[in-house]
């Protein structure tokens, strides 16, 4: 029996969509890195992941534009969707992704939004050493 072949995880403007969750304004003092992730949310521009995935679309998590109360339900929320067949990636990297190349229209434009870098949202460290739940 043949192994089933793995899904790339291609980021194409003519079928992604962009979704942004929960980004409520009364829990930002309950949320880690609040305000850093809120910007790059803003630099990205509804529903959940696991509904996206349940109707067969493959999903793309911008890691540095997603929090939680806690880095611990965070982490283990990147894990979930990722158990659950979501791409991880940074806003950077899809960015890059959706553009393609120099000859895109609005590469100019796009090239000073990843110009600077995305703020840190924490991830960093979550990343550095062993870290078993996103293995």
């Not at 043949?2 to 995880?9: K, M, S």
């Not at 949310?41 to 109707?55: I, K, Q, S, Y």
């Not at 998590?61 to 067949?85: H, I, N, P, W």
């Not at 992704?97 to 600077?116: M, N, R, S, W, Y």
């Amino acid at each position: 029996m043949a192994a089933a072949r793995p899904i790339l995880g291609r980021v194409l403007p003519g079928s992604s969509i962009l979704f942004l969750c929960d980004m409520q304004e009364k829990f930002r003092h309950n949320i880690a890195y609040f305000t850093q992730i809120v910007s790059v949310a803003a630099r990205m521009l509804r529903n959940t992941t696991l509904d996206l995935l349940d109707r067969g679309l493959q999903v793309h998590v911008v890691v540095d534009a997603c929090s939680s109360r806690s880095q611990v339900d965070r982490l283990v929320a990147l894990a979930r969707m990722r158990q659950s067949g979501a791409f991880l990636s940074t806003s950077e990297g899809l960015i890059l992704q959706l553009v393609g190349d120099a000859a895109h229209p609005q590469f100019k434009e796009i090239q000073k939004l990843i110009k600077e870098p995305a703020p840190d949202s924490g991830l960093l460290g979550l990343f550095q050493g062993q870290n078993p739940l996103l293995h």
